[in-house]
Nanobody
C-alpha cells in the first residue's frame, strides 16, 4: 500500500490544522492506521492510532483532547484533526499502516507502510 500525507503548514499557536492521508490498495479497511511525528534531533513518536473499524482510538497523552483521528474506509482516507496547536507540536507528521492484527498500535515497528510526511509548524 502507498500512503500520501497532506495538510501540513504554518499556523499560530491555538490554531487548527487537518492532516489527511490517502491510501492506495484494496485492503485499506483491514489496516490499523496511525499518525507519528518527528522533530529535528528527536526520535519518531506515536501521536494517534485507530483500529480498522474505527471503533478504537488511542492518543499520545499530550495531544488528548486536542487531536482527533478518524478514517473513511470507503474513501481510503485517514485524518488527524489538530486543534489548540502548541509550538511543541511542530514536527513532520507521518501516517502509517499496519497490516497485522486489528488492535490499535503505538510502536513504530508494528507498522509496515509509511507516508512521506508533512511538515507542521506552530509559531508562538
Amino acid at each position: 500500500v502507498q500512503l500520501q500525507a497532506s495538510g501540513g503548514g504554518l499556523v499560530q499557536a491555538g490554531g487548527s490544522l487537518r492532516l489527511s492521508c490517502a491510501a492506495s490498495g484494496r485492503s485499506f479497511s483491514t489496516y490499523v492506521m496511525g499518525w507519528f511525528r518527528q522533530s529535528p534531533g528527536k526520535e519518531r513518536e506515536f501521536v494517534a492510532t485507530i483500529s480498522w473499524r474505527g471503533d478504537r482510538k488511542y492518543y499520545l497523552d499530550s495531544v488528548k483532547g486536542r487531536f482527533t483521528i478518524s478514517r473513511d474506509n470507503d474513501k481510503n482516507m485517514v485524518y488527524l484533526q489538530m486543534n489548540s496547536l502548541k509550538p511543541e507540536d511542530t514536527a513532520v507528521y507521518y501516517c502509517a499502516a499496519a497490516s497485522q492484527g486489528v488492535a490499535p498500535k503505538w510502536e513504530t515497528n508494528d507498522y509496515d507502510y509509511w507516508g512521506q510526511g508533512t511538515q507542521v509548524t506552530v509559531s508562538s
